[in-house]
């Protein structure tokens, strides 16, 4: 299984990440203080993408990377691809999405008056620590499931929209960089508008086991927020996830292009 794939997803990843920087930091709050953490799991997550969607791109159709150039998959192939990259990708993410979620609950530290309690957790290893111990090991894959729901077509839509938007490329030669970023951008935003609804859903689960709010499942809690917020509840943070998705995916496909350009 080659590895490069990996490595470049590794870095890319980490790349994008410090370009989403300032919208996470309006999102998260109190993750994405430091770096450390985000890097070592959020890059880490878009290598096993990155690396599980090449392999799964050489397991179906026979090329590598650099033969994908003079010899582009079907969109069919690159949709499975995707999906399978998603997949499996989910469940390096689920946890560290968990702890995201549960940390953007809560309240900002330097916004809270003197002489209010602490926040419940004081940073990532705190909040997986207490995880485990008040709701098991299986407390930290909470709203795995959506998550899977969310993310495996949606990776599909992201690897397609990616290579639909850089087909004005001759077949054998690298697209240029003004292209390659506006494909990245625009595969960030077609999967985030996709993936929104799934998106609200899968933090409330996430935030049912802190809450003590009880939700018979996915359905269960499309449904109740629905009959209580209106369908408007399903779009809540598209704006930020799409203007935050645009400049991410594009320096994260330019950097993962160039990376394995320049591997050979
Ligand atoms: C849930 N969806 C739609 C996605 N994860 N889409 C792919 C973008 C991944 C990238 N690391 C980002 O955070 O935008």
Redesign the pocket.
Known sequence: MPVEEFVAGWIS?AL?LVLGHPFDTVKLLGFFKGMSFPIAS?AMV?SVLFGIYSNTLLALTATSHQERRAQPPSYIHVFIAGCTGGFVQVYCLAPFDLIKVRLQNQTEPRARPPGSPPPRYRGPVHCAVSIFQEEGPRGLFRGAWALTL??TP??GI?FVTYELCRQSTRDGQDPSPATVLVAGGFA?IS??AV?TPL?VIKSRLQMAGLKRRAYRGVLDCMVSSARQEGLGVFFRGLTINSAR?FP??AV?FLSYEYLLRSWG
Do not use: C, E
Request: charged residues 15%; proline residues 0%.
């Open positions: 990843g994008g959020i878009n969310r993310d949606t990776m992201y960030g999967s985030w993936a998106d998705a991410v995916n994260t």
